[in-house]
């Protein structure tokens, strides 16, 4: 009862709402049609407007619907960069202030987003889906209370049913309603494509970046490194060579020092190749080779690792060395004493949680360091949670879902339920109306047959066996259409909820 | 009579020079094998004095020499095994240790070149003594560097401590260390005292105590 009575409540405010929309409907007019005559500056103000307002519908229809919906925009352009000369272009232009660069730049987003034109395609019409929809059971009611006023033996239980049939109505329209809002604002599955291609176009960049660096740095260790040695010891080797018969004693004191070399630079290359794959990484897997680094901690280090089935060579790696950098940064920045590292797989997903005693306030905004290791993570679609009040203590959690993601069968989820049901039916039965019932019948109907069979059309009285005919092939339609809908509907539903988080949206 | 010695390392050339190397300096070589497998077999089939295994060996790559030797000790406990290896790992020396039984020898395979040293690791190991790698001993000091009563242990007591560690006789440290070996001697009862483990004059149980408690240390 007390629920009901907060829908209605929530349905009467958001038909108010919708009917306030009117307002903002005429500013938005009157702002496009000044654009559309020249006057652009109106133009991003209004749409400003009408975002807030959508995201206030998006935020209303989440908390009291439960259709949650994620805001569908694109990424704002970057602010404008300045050329060398210190001057910001754009096109042909130059300009002594990044202001117009970035005007232009906020116009030509905003202009050239679906979600735009889909927003103020909304606000166009809620006022009369919206105030039709929730204000449909107050009109009934009043309706209801008009009959009930006339007081005539028919027109009394009339208005009961009526008041009654409005009351018990909104619940319905409001969910109505919100799949209306979810349809006109939630992303279309071509904008989380393009907002998870870009990311992932963001992605490659930086992990080419990151790869390039890498590498150079190997190269600058192997040629001051290991390979200035062995040419050392080769020069050493070739004085001893000349010193053999003359100076053995010289000799043997050279051929001390090129094993000496040698050691070295065995050491600096045991030391890179550390750097570039750790060998018990290697040889037992990252479970193993996170026990060998917490034996090597100064700190006294905790290692639970439960991981069934070794993940893909390039996904140890990345996270091996998170948990690296995490531990480093416990010891170096925390101050901690003690570390414990717990590794295991929940849910298809690799979660590594990095807990110390230390004295926490940590922040990856800061620290370099962390912020190569969400990187490093992001190139899986790993994420790192940082948890690390001032005072302590610091938890680091790393989720990393570990099936590759090209693996579509691994990803696909049954439908359940009511759909499943309803799906079948419709791809099962629809031919039945459709074709023998509807088709076959119009067939024997159009060339004037005599069988009858067991088309039931057909035994209708004739002004009935046309409409029904007509009925039963809309009904084999309908099937096949509501069964097509639910699966591509939920289809689409499992691609945003994949793709959702690449997206990088935060309203 | 030479001691009988079985090798196993995957690079020819390196296993080329391990035996010449060890047949120079009066060790039978009753197998000079490749792989994994193979090396279990030899251990197990030839029983030989000692074994020289590198820890990565084919078909798999990874550390089948050292699992090769653990299985083989777990058939033949105490079966003395010499472990070379590219890196050393703490992780991989407690794992040898594990059994206590002595007999270990976990080594860089650079300390080949020094020949001397190295043949003396590889009797040493034969007579089911202990020999491991100066960097392990030096990770194992490192990561117990906050622990208390090594604290306490003076710049010289930690040098003992290493060389002991190492598996290395009272003779041995006194001959590195340019020390009389009574001092020598004087220098381990204060480590023991200091850490409070019972002395015992057998080098072998001695080492075993030492890398116990060291690898004890840092759990508590």
């Known amino acids: 009862m007390r629920r009901h009575a907060v829908t209605i409540g929530r349905a009467l405010a958001l038909g108010a709402l919708a009917l306030t929309d009117v307002l903002l409907l005429t500013t938005s007019l009157v702002a496009a049609v000044l654009a559309a005559l020249g006057l652009v500056f109106f133009f991003m103000p209004m749409i400003g407007l009408v975002r807030r307002r959508t995201m206030l519908a998006r935020r209303l229809t989440g908390a009291w619907l439960g259709v949650a919906t994620e805001p569908p925009y694109l990424p ?3 602010p404008p960069r300045p050329q060398p000369d210190g001057w910001y272009r754009h096109e042909r232009q130059l300009y002594r202030t990044p202001r117009w660069p970035a005007w232009h730049d906020r116009w030509k ?10 927003d103020l395609a909304w606000l166009w019409l809620n006022p009369l889906v919206g105030g039709s929809l929730l204000l449909l059971p107050l009109a009934a009611v009043w309706c209801g209370l008009d009959l009930l006023w006339r007081q005539t033996p ?17 619940p319905w329209l409001l969910r109505l309603y919100g799949w209306w809002t979810h349809l006109c604002l939630a992303p279309t599955a071509r904008s989380v494509l393009a907002g998870r291609v870009r990311r992932l176009d963001q992605l490659r960049t930086e992990t080419a970046d990151s790869q390039a660096a890498e590498l150079r740095r190997i190269e600058r260790d192997l040629h001051d490194g290991a390979q200035a040695r062995l040419v050392a010891m080769g020069m050493t080797l070739g004085a001893v060579e000349e010193l053999m018969d003359k100076d053995p004693g010289a000799a043997k004191v050279l051929l001390a020092k090129a094993r000496e070399a040698s050691s070295v630079a065995l050491t600096e290359l045991r030391d890179l190749v550390r750097g570039i794959h750790p060998p018990v990484l290697a040889e037992r897997g990252l479970g193993d080779a996170v026990r060998a680094m917490a034996l090597d901690s100064p700190l006294k280090v905790t290692v639970t690792a439960d991981l069934g089935k070794r993940p893909a060579a390039p996904v140890e790696s990345a996270v091996y060395f998170s948990i690296s950098e995490l ?16 590794i295991g797989v929940r849910d298809g997903a690799l979660r590594v949680t990095v807990t110390d005693d230390g004295s926490g306030g940590a922040d990856p905004a800061r620290g370099s360091g962390l912020r190569g290791v969400e990187r490093r993570l992001a190139a899986f679609d790993g994420v790192l949670a940082l948890n690390s009040p001032p005072g302590g203590p610091t938890t680091a959690t790393i989720d990393l879902p570990l099936a590759g993601g090209g693996d579509a069968s691994e990803d696909k989820v049954p439908l359940r339920g009511w759909r499943r049901v309803a799906v079948a039916l419709g791809w099962g039965l629809g031919w039945l109306p459709l074709f023998p019932q509807g088709l076959v019948a119009m067939s024997f109907k159009i060339f004037g047959s005599d069988e009858r069979s067991w088309f039931l059309a057909l035994y209708l009285p004739g002004p ?17 259409g509501a069964a097509m809908a639910i699966t591509s509907a939920h289809s689409h539903r499992r691609l945003i909820e994949r793709a959702g988080p690449a997206l990088g949206l935060d309203g | 009579m030479s001691p009988r010695i079985v090798i196993a390392e995957d690079l020819h050339l390196l296993r ?3 035996v010449h190397l060890l047949q120079a300096h009066g060790f039978e070589v009753v197998a000079a094998v490749e792989t994994g497998p193979e090396l279990l077999r030899a251990l197990v089939g030839e029983r ?25 000790r777990r058939e033949v406990p105490g079966l003395p095994v010499l472990v070379l290896s590219q890196h050393v790992e703490q992780l991989y020396a407690r794992e040898l240790l594990a059994d206590g039984s002595g007999g270990i020898g976990y080594l860089l395979k650079d300390r080949v070149f020094n020949s001397g040293q190295f043949v003396d690791a590889v009797r040493r190991v034969a007579d089911g003594g202990t020999a491991m790698d100066p960097e392990v001993i030096a990770k194992l000091l490192a990561s117990n560097a906050r622990h208390e009563p090594l604290g306490a242990l003076t710049p010289r007591e930690r ?17 590195r260390l340019y020390l009389s070996e009574s001092a020598v001697g004087k220098h381990t009862a204060s480590i023991f005292g200091k850490l409070g483990l019972s002395p015992s004059d057998d080098d072998n149980r001695r080492v075993l105590a030492v890398l116990a408690y060291l690898d004890a240390a840092r759990e508590s």
């Open chain 1, 76 to 78: 704002p352009p970057p």
């Open chain 1, 109 to 118: 987003w905003m202009f050239t987003d679906p979600a735009t034109w889909r």
């Open chain 1, 154 to 170: 028919l027109t009394v239980p009339s208005g009961v049913a009526v008041i009654v049939a409005g009351v018990a109505a909104v």
């Open chain 1, 327 to 342: 531990l480093t940064n416990a010891a170096r920045h925390g101050g901690a004493d003690r570390v414990w590292i717990d």
């Open chain 1, 464 to 480: 009935l066996q046309w409409p029904m005919i007509v009925f039963n092939v809309l009904l084999g339609l309908a099937m096949y």
């Open chain 2, 16 to 18: 080329e020079g391990l």
């Open chain 2, 48 to 72: 030989p004095d000692v074994a020289v295994v590198d820890v990565r060996l084919p078909p798999t790559f990874t550390d089948e020499g050292l699992q090769a030797a653990l299985a083989a």
């Open chain 2, 159 to 175: 040098e003992v401590l290493s060389l002991m560690a190492e598996g290395r006789s009272n003779a041995a440290i006194s001959q």
